[in-house]
């Protein structure tokens, strides 16, 4: 059973909104640790995406948000557009695995 | 621009042992800790585990008794090694540098494939 848990995947259309839940447990998300979210385009390495639970690297758009509450994390794309179609991967630390988890992952496709 | 180059032997038979290095260039190599990640096909990131300029690290539990990395800071280069492999270790490999608990540089990573 996966630490960081999340929806196989979600679609929109463009210019709409979605969000990707990430379900963690007491001894990661829920003990405190911060969530941090990856964007994978096909073939490349995950790119940082949001740190620290909400907080943007420089070059992100604003239309990528990120937020927490007691043992899960969401991650929210506003403005959906055709680039944004990937995969995204949740991670955390977890004190059971004294390391760093990543989630399930979530495959988003704009319609 | 700090960057992240990688390699090492893309095709290993079974018991054979995967052997990876990162080299650092363009930053510090001593304010960070160096991590290893392996992705499976169509799944997701696995963390291995991770190296600091001391030589201190830490496994993930499941690999620990097969992993070992080991750094050259004389190079700015850190390894990965891992012992016995099997099918099951076929991933691209990646090494990455962690801040504050999250991965900001990648390397481009390094597919492996366990075959015989």
């Known amino acids: 059973q996966s630490l960081l848990t999340q929806p196989p995947s979600v679609s929109g259309a463009p210019g709409q909104r979605v969000t990707i839940s990430c379900t963690g447990r007491?001894?990661?998300?829920?003990?405190?640790?911060?969530v941090y979210w990856y964007q994978q385009l096909p073939g490349t390495a995950p790119k940082l995406l949001i740190y620290g639970n909400s907080n943007r690297p420089s070059g992100v758009p604003d239309r990528f948000s990120g937020s927490k509450s007691g043992t899960s994390a969401s991650l929210a794309v506003t403005g959906l557009q055709a680039e944004d179609e990937a995969d995204y991967y949740c991670q955390s630390y977890d004190s059971s695995l004294s390391g760093y988890v990543f989630g399930t992952g979530t495959k988003v496709t704009v319609l | 621009q700090v960057q992240l180059q990688q390699w090492g032997a893309g095709l290993l038979k079974p018991s054979e042992t995967l052997s990876l290095t990162c080299a650092v260039s363009g930053g510090s190599f001593n304010d960070y800790y160096w991590n290893w990640i392996r992705q499976p096909p169509g799944k997701g990131p696995e963390w291995i585990g991770e190296i600091n300029h001391s030589g201190s690290t830490n496994f993930n539990p499941s690999l620990k008794s097969r992993v070992t990395i080991s750094i050259d800071t004389s190079k700015n280069q850190f390894s990965l090694e891992l012992g016995s492999v099997t099918a099951a270790d076929t991933a691209v490999y990646y090494c990455?540098?962690?801040?504050?608990?999250?991965?900001?540089?990648w390397g481009r990573g390094t597919l492996v494939t366990v075959s015989s």
């Open positions: 007491s001894s990661n998300i829920g003990a405190g640790y911060d």
């Open positions: 990455a540098r962690l801040v504050r608990g999250y991965l900001d540089l």
